[in-house]
Nanobody, 124 residues
Framework: QVQLVESGGGLVQAGGSLRLSCAAS????????MGWFRQAPGKEREFVAT????????YYADSVKGRFTISRDNAKNTVYLQMNSLKPEDTAVYYC?????????????????WGQGTQVTVSS
């Protein structure tokens, strides 16, 4: 069993930055790929970023590439999402998730545990 708790969301002006954190419980964190997804009102949950178990490999959605950075600290059982140059269209509830795989994935079906989400609101 893995539990995930996100934090760091909030209200920010366009062009600003936020750093999301996702703290995981369980001894298998370091062997699992992690991902960030987001869901805006009335829209489906979409992929944002993913990182392999070691942190060596990352992959981003085109919409956030060059602005967001995913990282992890396996000693702290935590994954991060640094979000820079935020835009109003980044407004959503952001979820972290963990996969039973070691390699990263952009597909929701590959993730078996999810956090409760944290709201990010970007004002214009």
């Amino acid at each position: 069993q893995v539990q995930l708790v996100e934090s760091g969301g909030g209200l920010v002006q366009a062009g600003g930055s936020l750093r999301l954190s996702c703290a995981a419980s369980g001894r298998t964190f370091s062997s699992r790929a992690m991902g960030w997804f987001r869901q805006a009102p009335g829209k489906e949950r979409e992929f944002v970023a993913t990182i392999s178990w070691s942190g060596e490999n990352t992959y981003y959605a085109d919409s956030v590439k060059g602005r967001f950075t995913i990282s992890r600290d396996n000693a702290k059982n935590t994954v991060y999402l640094q979000m820079n140059s935020l835009k109003p269209e980044d407004t959503a509830v952001y979820y972290c998730a963990t996969s039973g795989r070691t390699s990263y994935s952009r597909y929701k079906d590959n993730y078996d545990y999810w956090g409760q989400g944290t709201q990010v609101t970007v004002s214009s």
